[in-house]
């Protein structure tokens, strides 16, 4: 271990030791006191002298006549300077404006109900069709024999069915005799003139007749029943026959190539689709701030985003259910489009009518939130003090945005109103609204 280390260590430890217990001895000396003054006070023979405080009286100088009092408001708060805008509020329309598409009116995908070969020439893509004109066709195959079948067993069965109702007929007349020979039977054997073997004989002829009346009833009922299935299989077969063919439900575009000859359509399988264009639909989406101001039948009026052209319609559709995602309200707007000339899936700029309001346009960058969240401006209020007002955004467009809820002229902060609050003094300098 080092020696002078330890030396140095227990040197400056003696110095502060005597600097603590002689401290007063030292301040004294420092103010000009004599050394044996010094040594007094170290010794505790003598008081350490007051510090020298200058007469505050005399310090103070007489202030000269005329000469401005601000050094009493050293202490209040510095303007601080921001950048304002004069805005004048301006009638708005109330349209709801919002971003939106184009969707066909319908839309449907011919699928087959039944499997076979398509033996009919294919429809390109862009084609028009109207309602009931053929698409796809396919191969009837076994078919139409089954069909013919079918027919013949109907046939078959309606044919047995006046048999059937004489057996019925017969039946019944049987049935009239035996109950006649019954009566005559028990009234001789009442007088004695036959026996009982003779009235016994009859009445089981009578119960034989019963029995094939009942027989004869359950096959014409064998017959209705057979008749009945064979109108059904009769109807199966035409029903499938009806399915080769796959018709247009409603006029419209092909918007793919209907199945190629020769291909094989399984049961759903994709004949083609087709898309109704005339009217067409505007759909958008409706903020739930917004949506109360907009009601079915309003007008409405888009402006596509390709070439910029203007249509005009209603709106016929207005969601009452959110989506849970957005938490926005779909809107649908019907528009004519006899020329087919608005397709399906473009983008369109919608505007709906609704009541004006007086609005400012300001820059988006000036609106700010309070310690609430409450979305507002602040502004330059009474006596240059800065003050926070709450807004509502009316729109949004590329020049800025539309806001309620100040008055009618407000000098609006547009740089620094995130460096001052409520009732702190500022220092404008105003910009015109056009820079």
């Known amino acids: 271990m080092r020696l002078l280390p330890l030396l140095t260590a227990v040197l400056v430890a003696a110095i502060l030791a005597v600097a603590i217990m002689y401290r007063g001895a030292l301040v004294a000396f420092a103010n000009g006191a004599s050394f044996e003054e010094a040594v007094a006070i170290a010794e505790g023979t003598a008081p350490p002298p007051a510090a020298a405080e200058p007469d505050a009286a005399a310090a103070e100088p007489e ?72 698409v796809c066709e396919l191969d009837p195959g076994t078919r139409e024999a089954s069909l013919s ?81 064979a109108e059904a299989a009769v109807a199966a077969a035409e029903r499938e026959i009806d399915r080769l063919t796959v018709e247009a439900p409603f006029g419209g575009l092909l918007e793919s190539d209907a199945a190629e000859i020769g291909s094989l359509l399984q049961t759903g399988g994709l004949c083609a689709t087709i898309i109704q264009l005339d009217p067409i639909k505007l759909v958008g989406y409706i903020p739930e701030t917004e949506v109360d101001r907009v009601t079915t039948g309003a007008r409405a009026g888009a402006r596509l985003a390709a070439g910029a052209r203007e249509v005009v319609g209603e709106v016929t559709f207005l969601s009452r259910s959110a989506d849970p995602q957005t938490r926005t309200f779909r809107v649908e707007i019907t528009v004519p489009n006899p020329d087919l000339s608005i397709r399906d899936g473009q983008t369109v700029e919608i505007g709906i009518e609704a009541e004006g309001a007086q609005a400012h346009l300001l820059p988006q960058s000036a609106l700010t939130l ?42 609006v902060i547009i740089i620094g109103q995130e460096y001052v609050v409520s009732g702190v003094p500022v220092a404008p300098t105003f910009q015109e609204p056009t820079q």
Not at 73 to 96: F, H, I, K, L
Not at 112 to 126: D, F, M, Q, Y
Not at 382 to 407: K, Q
């Open 149 to 229: 079948e079918a027919q013949a067993r109907l046939a078959e069965a309606r044919a047995s069915v006046p048999s059937s109702e004489a057996r019925v007929e017969e039946a019944k007349a049987a049935l009239e005799e035996a109950l006649i020979n019954q009566n005559a039977a028990q009234k001789l054997s009442e007088g004695g003139y036959a026996s009982d073997t003779r009235v016994a004989s009859a009445n089981a002829a009578v119960r034989s007749a019963e029995a094939g009346i009942a027989a004869a009833e359950s096959g014409l009922s064998t017959v209705s029943a057979a008749i009945q299935s």
């Open 63 to 134: 202030p000269e006549a005329g000469a401005p009092a601000a050094a009493e408001d050293d202490t209040a708060p510095q303007p601080v300077s921001v950048v304002a805008m004069r805005s004048t509020a301006t009638e708005v329309d109330g349209a709801v404006v919002l971003r939106g598409q184009t969707e066909a009116a319908r839309q449907v995908e011919l699928r087959a109900e039944t499997s076979g070969r398509v033996i009919s020439n294919p429809l390109r893509k862009g084609a028009e069709v109207q309602e009931g004109d053929l």
């Open 370 to 411: 309070d310690d609430d969240g409450t979305l507002g401006v602040r502004i330059v209020g009474a006596d240059s003090m800065a003050e926070f007002v709450p807004i509502d955004v009316m729109r949004d467009t590329a020049r800025g945005m539309w806001v309620t809820g100040l008055p009618d002229q407000a000098d």
